[in-house]
């Protein structure tokens, strides 16, 4: 690639302009010739941009005749709901006539070896960028906060910020990895339009982590075929910086953020060993809720706080130089679910092109949600391409041993630490334990426990003992995970309200002011003590999540309408059990063949079939499933085993 003259680069850059023809054309996107207006800033201080009250854009424009382009609308479409996108691509994967194998029987390719490795970059959770003193920012209007620098204005300089190594070395003691002394900054080089200065500041040589692992279990959702746990090992873990964020618009036109130039990221960079598809999304997932537990990353995956990268390539499992096939990189996957399906994808893609006695090219390439097929975007560079340079304006980056030490001792409680808890102090299944510690960026695991902590104030102040572990803790989790999930379900479903689908609304503290923690424990309260039904209790969470009743008032709805739980005493369940059995002498026979020995298991199901005749028959809101199922079994077993056995 030839020299660029410096003038034509200030011209792009400070007017938005390049005089000769080319791929890359560029104007302001709002009226005036002030460029630094039209990045969203006062006319430039001697040290920082001012902030602009109103959202502004940098265009660039592809089309030959820019007299043409459609002007870009006043805001852009509200991202589709990332449940509805799965939908469509069924949709779209159903409309092509492809049927799509299960992902459990999609790991393996009989006389192939998928090798898989994955770069991730998460965004750092800090307060100012890397190499400039602007702040970071996610929900600002555009082109608020831009320093000098983050625009690489003649004559700025990098200044780093100290403060973004706290949640990157923290990042780096979770995943295992030895921290370095001593670590550099070097430029990778490459021209583009989300990169003002022509390069990226990295770590390529002298990253500050290195060596580290991170370990995978069966209840994290890896193949099978790897069994219980597999390592898979870290290479190493890189300061870097953001570029621009590009969106696209109608016409070949192109929206410039540069709030998030220069905000600080950690690559984290895995060896190739990988083999499996489900493998490599559990380690994305693993990763995330990592980064999630030592605080160090702003956002998840799919809210764009990460993004990853995947490196695949194939070989035959009887090639006997042992030699890695050629690898491809699949840019920018957005979910869990995309990271396992564009491998499935890229592997097959692969493995046909070499049965059919082609070769593969490095090269980089795209996935799109509802694909089937990954697609070229283009050649893959190599270190050459980027040439990889020392910063010559930045020293070198010195790590005390003293900070390490202190950020070990307060780590805190890590996921698979965390995992372990919940299944055996709550006695929550591995799945409902990842789930919640998942759900909400991590924040739905936080408020179980705000949730849990004001339940057990409530008992306490009942005068009831609350035993660690207990059943209640059980009750808050399951209502936690699945009933809060219905209703963020129902409503993005069946509403036409946008704000519907913002879910929860749930704080990074575990808070949600649509179902406060204080408002669903109140509930469980009487549900645990058993003055309201599960169906009541429902019903009562649907009316906190609708606003119906005010903070602190489920006591006085439940009284105001009659909804407390009166129970029909023993002899009425008895005489209603005494109904239901009439005409069920098969069932009952299921008992007998228990009592007999003729079966292993006690016929549960049987029995619950029963209590829902019970409830379905006797009295609105008066029949409890606990009370019906006691009554029903002592009746089984006193009196009418009793009876079959004097009529055999």
Request: charged share 25%; proline share 6%; with cysteine.
């Amino acid at each position: 690639m030839p020299r660029i003259p410096t003038v034509e680069l200030s011209r792009y850059l400070l007017t938005g302009h390049i005089a000769s023809p080319g791929c890359l054309r560029a104007r302001a996107a709002l009226p005036g010739k002030n460029t630094r207006a039209a990045l969203g800033g006062a006319p430039l201080p001697s040290r920082q941009l001012q902030p602009r009250q109103h959202a502004c854009y940098l265009t660039t424009e592809t089309s030959a005749n820019p007299s043409t382009t459609t002007p870009p609308p006043a805001a852009a479409a509200a991202a589709a709901p990332f449940r509805k996108q799965l939908k469509e691509q069924a949709k779209a994967l159903k409309k092509s006539g492809q049927k799509k194998k299960k992902s459990s029987d999609n790991q393996t390719v009989p006389g192939w070896e998928l090798t898989v490795g994955i770069e991730i970059h998460a965004q750092l959770n800090t307060a100012h960028k890397l190499f400039s003193p602007a702040t970071t920012s996610f929900n600002d209007p555009p082109n608020t906060h831009v320093a000098p620098f983050d625009l690489a204005l003649p004559g700025s300089q990098p200044l780093f910020q100290p403060a973004t190594l706290i949640p990157a070395v923290r990042a780096a003691l979770a995943l295992n990895c030895s921290i370095q002394p001593v670590s550099r900054f070097d430029r990778k080089h490459y021209f583009h339009w989300d990169q003002p200065s022509g390069y990226q500041i990295t770590q390529f040589y002298e990253p500050f982590a290195k060596d580290g692992f991170i370990t995978l279990y069966a209840r994290d959702g890896i193949a099978a075929e790897d069994g219980e746990e597999i390592n898979v090992g870290i290479k190493q873990v890189q300061m870097e910086q953001d570029t621009a964020k590009t969106t696209a618009q109608p016409g070949d036109v192109q929206w410039l953020d540069f709030n998030r130039v220069g905000v600080p990221l950690i690559e984290i960079i895995t060896l190739p060993e990988i083999h499996h598809p489900a493998t490599a999304a559990a380690l994305v997932r693993k990763v995330q809720m990592v980064l999630a537990s030592v605080d160090a990353c702003v956002s998840g995956l799919e809210e764009g706080g990460l993004r990853a990268d995947v490196n695949v390539s194939v070989r035959r499992t009887d090639d006997p130089s042992g030699k890695l096939g050629t690898r491809t990189e699949i840019k920018n996957l957005s979910s869990f679910k995309a990271v396992e399906d564009a491998i499935i994808a890229e592997r097959d893609r692969q493995i046909k092109l070499l049965e059919e006695g082609g070769e593969v090219k490095g090269e980089t390439r795209g996935w799109s949600l509802g694909s089937t097929e990954t697609r070229r975007l283009r050649g893959k560079e190599g270190e050459v391409d980027y040439r990889y340079m020392p910063d010559p304006d930045l020293g070198p980056v010195v790590i005390g041993q003293d900070l390490v030490e202190r950020l070990k001792e307060t780590m805190g409680v890590l996921p698979d630490q965390e995992a372990d808890q919940l299944m055996e102090r709550y006695n929550l299944s591995a799945k409902d334990a990842l789930s919640l510690m998942l759900l909400d960026g991590g924040a739905r695991i936080q408020y179980f426990y705000n949730v849990l902590d004001s339940l057990e104030e409530r008992l306490v102040a009942d005068g009831q003992a609350v035993p660690k572990g207990a059943e209640h803790a059980t009750l808050a989790a399951n209502w936690c995970l699945h009933e809060l999930g219905k209703l963020t379900d129902s409503a993005s479903s069946s509403s036409s309200n946008p704000d519907a689908l913002d879910g929860l609304a749930m704080t990074p503290l575990g808070e949600s002011p649509l179902v406060p923690s204080f408002s669903l424990a109140a509930v469980l309260h009487h549900l645990h003590s058993r003055t309201i039904t599960a169906k009541v209790a429902k019903d009562l969470l649907w009316a906190v999540y609708r606003g119906e009743i005010p903070q602190g008032g489920i006591t006085n709805y439940i009284d105001t309408r009659g909804l407390w739980f009166k129970e029909l005493p023993e002899e009425e369940y008895a005489k209603l059990a005494d109904e239901v059995i009439q005409g069920e002498d098969k069932v009952l026979g299921e008992f007998l063949r228990w009592k007999h020995g003729k079966m292993k298991a006690y016929p549960q199901g049987k029995l619950m079939y029963l209590v829902g005749k019970m409830m379905r028959s006797g009295p609105e809101g008066r029949v409890e499933a606990a009370g019906a199922e006691g009554v029903l079994r002592a009746r089984i077993e006193e009196v009418y085993l009793s009876e079959l056995e004097k009529g055999e």
